[in-house]
């Protein structure tokens, strides 16, 4: 049997509706985190759907509680055919956000699978129940068509609470390294750079959301009676703010900024091309760090968002100077930023240019860590030759994602050299009402993780 038999059989897969009536099994199970009451749930998705169908591929797997009470458990699957070969870990999340069934466009049911034309709609179907589904069933095929072996070993972790921001995962990895030890991480989630495109990214980027607050009074006064005589938090706000980031979102603190973009990641990203798709805004062209491309800007740069402003009452404003003033702020940051220094570098900032009565506070106890692999590895050019070969498209390389995960866990806690091959697209309503994969994104995607882990049988890149 031959490399292409895999690829054949992962295609079949999809056409036999093999694949569909996994992934509509597992949709079904209502595994919201972020709702209180579905700890059975959570639960059942891993001891009633993942550990069987591990268990026919001839994994054993343990779940585990969490340590962080009432969050999501965890489940580890092991299949080891020899020491002498690499281990891939394979990484998804089987929780899902809330469903929303009152929201979606009728003739729609978040927990079914609901083909029409391209879409495959249901809750989970891009995130990521489907994304670990792809890899699971092209792992199957690979062994099936390699008569009952792969080539290498497998680790599979999934959890079940990322989208209540991962609780717990950090010191699970670290209580279980020994468990969780291999060579690659080789995961799914997030969206391709476009639907057509295969994508390949080795990381992500991190974000520290933190807030900004002025109180002065208990209550607002009149602007007639006391307009010119008190000060206005929401005006000291503005131009406090205004003094971190300037009109054109440029940052103009440099302990939020990052070191140089490395020349591999500049190279990475030259055929990138951001935006132009469909249901994409149009890009600002002249917004951000001058001199850099739009690309380099959301995947090698950082950002400083203002996500919320409030002061007095916006939907029914008064002719009262408000008692205060807040708002939350977002760092997107990338490899190379001192995030330890950041809210000592906004305060000290502050203080400097006169807004020593606004109070800087983190926003939220955790962070989302910024990582990045090398473009350079050894892994990467593996991987890309692995999927323009099962595909003949080249792939886009994104030295990291964007957006923030736990990519930390792997790279960091366990040592890993990370690759994520996203199995979604960018406009698949991802945390919405009507969430969908695209069928014939899944179909190529079948084949690309069949493409991959044949490849990786026949030895790892040197």
């Known amino acids: ?16 509706g093999r694949y569909r009536e996994i992934l509509a099994r597992r949709v079904a199970i209502p595994t919201e985190s972020q709702k209180p009451g579905r700890e059975a749930e959570l639960l ?7 550990a069987p169908s591990l268990a ?46 009152q929201d979606w ?38 062994i099936a068509t390699r008569g009952g072996k792969l080539g290498f070993n497998v680790k599979v972790l999934i959890e079940m609470g990322e989208e209540a921001g991962s609780p717990g995962l950090h010191q699970f990895a670290r209580d279980h390294s020994d468990a969780l030890k291999a060579d690659v991480l080789i995961a799914s989630d997030g969206p391709r750079l476009s639907a057509e495109r295969p994508t390949v990214f080795l990381g992500s980027r991190g974000a520290l959301n933190f807030t900004l607050s002025v109180k002065f009074r208990d209550s607002g006064h009149h602007s007639g009676n006391w307009g010119g005589l008190l000060a206005n938090p929401g005006t000291i706000l503005a131009n406090a703010i205004a003094s971190l980031v300037d009109g054109r979102g440029r940052i103009l603190v440099n302990g939020l900024k990052p070191t140089p973009i490395p020349a591999s990641v500049r190279k990475a990203l030259e055929d990138i091309h951001v935006g132009g798709g469909p249901s994409d805004p149009e890009i600002d062209r002249d917004w951000g760090e001058p001199g850099l491309t739009p690309e380099e800007r959301v995947f090698a740069w950082n950002t400083l968002e203002v996500l919320a402003f409030l002061t007095g009452n916006p939907k029914a404003p008064l002719n009262a100077i408000p008692p205060e003033a807040q708002a939350t702020l977002q760092l997107r940051y990338v490899v190379g930023t001192d995030i330890e220094n950041v809210l000592p570098a906004v305060r000290a900032h ?4 006169g807004f020593a009565d606004v109070v800087v506070d983190n926003a939220r106890g955790e962070i989302f860590v910024a990582t990045r692999l090398d473009p350079d590895d050894a892994w990467v050019d ?3 030759a692995s999927i323009a070969e099962t595909t003949g498209k080249k792939p886009a390389l994104l030295p990291n994602l964007g957006g923030s995960l736990p990519n930390d866990v792997f790279a960091e806690i366990l040592g890993l050299p990370t690759i994520w091959v996203p199995h979604s697209y ?31 049988g026949e030895g790892r890149p040197r």
């Open 1 to 16: 049997m031959s490399r292409q038999d895999a690829i054949q059989r992962a295609k079949a897969s999809y056409s036999s």
């Open 426 to 456: 960018g406009a698949c309503s991802q945390h919405a009402p009507n969430e969908h994969a695209l069928g014939s994104l899944t179909e190529e995607a079948l084949q690309i993780m069949a493409g991959l882990f044949w490849d990786l």
């Open 44 to 50: 059942a998705y891993l001891t009633d759907e993942i």
């Open 350 to 353: 502050l203080a400097m240019h």
């Open 56 to 101: 026919s591929l001839g994994f054993s797997s343990t779940v585990h509680d969490n340590a962080v009470a009432g969050r999501g458990p965890f489940l580890i699957g092991s299949r080891h055919e020899a020491d002498d070969l690499p281990t891939v870990l394979i990484y998804g999340h089987g929780d899902v956000v809330m469903g929303e069934p």
């Open 382 to 384: 593996w991987a890309l």
């Open 105 to 142: 466009r009728a003739g729609l049911d978040p927990w079914a699978v609901t083909i029409e034309g391209d879409r495959w709609y249901g809750r989970g179907t891009a995130d990521n129940k489907g994304q670990h589904t792809i890899n699971l069933v092209a792992l199957e095929d690979v």
